[in-house]
């Protein structure tokens, strides 16, 4: 069906929109193009001749979408302050929770995990036969396990329930559903149920951070009584700083147990499958094209000169691999639409009206896939990083899988250190092999939507061990 230009009643000068209908607005136009919604809605701006604003009304909610680098540079920077609704006070206390110095501190942590990791694809490698490894799950485990022991010291002795958990809050927050949508509508929230669902999850997710915080204290004790025995301390993890930073007190808000959990909670939800995500991202495209591969491993097998391990002191030398992750960002950022911002005040953008409470999206999945702006937009190539100067840090707004502004990832500096240590040594100790009979260009690529995007089905890959692991069966 045609879509037809829209402009409002009152006068306003709305961006272009597809048709409406009665009651659900444009709805039927996302859900007609399947579940992904950042792909359906590039597909509407650009049937409305590659229009860089979007407006769509979803149920009783006008939404507006950003599908261009200046629409986004109107959102993230030049009128940030007017839609960055989330207190920008807890943005910033994240990021000093998780500043350089402190992501510099965990370094322990992601080495032991990640030499967990290897050894365990190692022991599946050894196995007879040729069995897979399901390296979906075996990345899941490591960022969890190293994500829970940056917050508490250890890995969490209810690993399982708590993903569980999280997999429940992600089936309830993903998708459309009735009562956010409809959100005067009592009908609306009795079909959904959702808001019952979400009540119950909450509850249990927050019994696990309870025990959570318990483990902590447990492992504090064993550790004091233990460092007054022999005389040695041990880092500081973020429940440890947030505890001294409540015990220290003076803040506006008091910090709370409550919210300490829900920090908790919200660290582990926006830092884990994100960067899992992208390691298995990379992973997949990597084996798509053997040439990049070959080109990762010959880099790192050079500088390295068979080292029994990676360490975070290898790093700055890989210079390809960075490129590898960077790529990797541009094709498949974890959260393709950031996070929904609201317009406080109505304001002009674009020579459109933007009516206060709007909600926007900014298409970075689009963007970066735009061939105004890349070359071979479609195609896997790290080399394009070499020649122009675009990095992920919120500046260059064709590139923003972290956002930018006021609401910037404030864990992008823990994603990066993370991510590069776990993919060098995946590509530094095995070589890889799609399951029999596939073919490179047949490895399924589909995507999910969950709280972020990520594979429809999990990778396995059958690993060849080139440099043993140092303790390896
Ligand atoms: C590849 C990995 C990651 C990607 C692609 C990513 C991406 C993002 C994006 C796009 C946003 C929203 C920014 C905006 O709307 O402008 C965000 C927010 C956030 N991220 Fe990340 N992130 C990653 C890893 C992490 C990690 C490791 C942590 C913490 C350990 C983290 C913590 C957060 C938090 C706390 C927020 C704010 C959530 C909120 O506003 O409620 N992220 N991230």
Redesign the pocket.
């Known amino acids: 069906r045609k879509l037809t230009k829209k402009r409002g009643n009152d006068g306003l000068r709305l961006p272009p929109g597809p048709w409406q209908l009665p009651v659900i607005g444009s709805l039927h136009h996302l859900l007609l193009r399947g579940t992904l919604a950042h792909r359906a809605m590039a597909g509407i701006a650009r049937r409305l001749d590659d229009a860089p604003l979007i407006y769509l009304r979803l149920g009783e909610i006008p939404v507006v979408v950003a599908s261009s680098r200046d629409a986004a540079r109107e959102f ?1 920077k030049t009128r940030d302050a007017n839609f960055a609704n ?1 207190p920008w006070s807890s ?1 910033v206390r ?1 990021m000093m929770l ?1 500043s350089a110095r402190r992501v510099q501190s965990f370094r322990r942590v992601r080495e032991e995990e990640v030499s967990r990791l290897v050894d365990a694809v190692a022991a599946a490698a050894a196995a007879p036969g040729e069995a897979a490894v399901n390296v979906s799950e075996r990345v899941a485990v490591l960022i969890t396990d190293s ?1 829970m022991r940056v917050m508490i010291g250890d890995r969490f002795e209810r690993r399982e329930e708590f993903l569980e958990g999280l997999d429940e809050a992600i089936k309830i927050t993903s998708g459309f559903n009735l009562s956010d949508l409809f959100p005067s509508s009592r009908l609306a929230r009795l079909v959904g149920g959702t808001a019952r669902r979400a009540k119950a999850n909450h509850r249990k997710n927050f019994e696990l951070m309870d025990y959570a915080i318990k483990q902590h204290e447990q492992r504090r004790a064993a550790v004091a009584a233990s460092a007054a025995a022999d005389g040695t301390g041990e880092e500081e993890d973020l429940v440890d700083v947030l505890l001294r930073v409540q015990k220290e007190g003076g803040l506006e808000v008091p910090l709370t147990m409550g919210i300490i959990k829900a920090v908790i909670l ?2 582990f939800g ?2 884990s499958e ?2 899992a995500n ?1 390691i298995q991202w990379a992973m997949s495209e990597l084996m798509r094209n053997p040439r990049v591969l070959h080109k990762a491993q010959a880099e790192l097998r050079d500088n390295l000169c068979g080292k029994p391990t990676v360490t975070e002191d290898d790093l700055a030398d890989l210079k390809y691999l960075k490129l590898i992750i960077r790529e990797t ?1 541009r094709l498949h ?3 393709p639409l ?2 929904p911002r609201e317009c406080q005040e109505s304001c002009k953008v674009m020579g459109y009206d933007i009516p206060k409470g709007t909600t926007v999206f900014v298409n970075v999945w689009a963007i970066s896939r735009d061939h105004k702006y890349w070359d071979d937009a479609e195609i896997f190539k790290p080399e394009r990083f070499e020649s122009v100067a675009v990095d992920f840090k919120g500046t260059d707004f064709e590139f923003t ?5 006021r ?5 992008m500096t ?2 990066q250190a993370s ?1 590069d240590l776990a993919l060098a040594a995946l590509l530094y100790h095995f070589d890889w092999k799609l399951p029999a009979g596939l073919l490179p260009e047949e490895l399924n690529m589909e995507e999910v939507m969950g709280i972020t995007v990520r594979r429809k089905h999990d990778l396995y890959l059958r690993p060849v061990v080139r440099v043993p692991p140092q303790d390896a069966p």
Do not use: K
């Open positions: 993230l989330r943005t994240t998780l994500v919200d660290l926006a830092g994100t960067s992208t960002l950022p974890s959260v950031l996070l899988p972290f956002g930018a502004g609401r910037i990832c404030p864990g823990f994603a991510m």
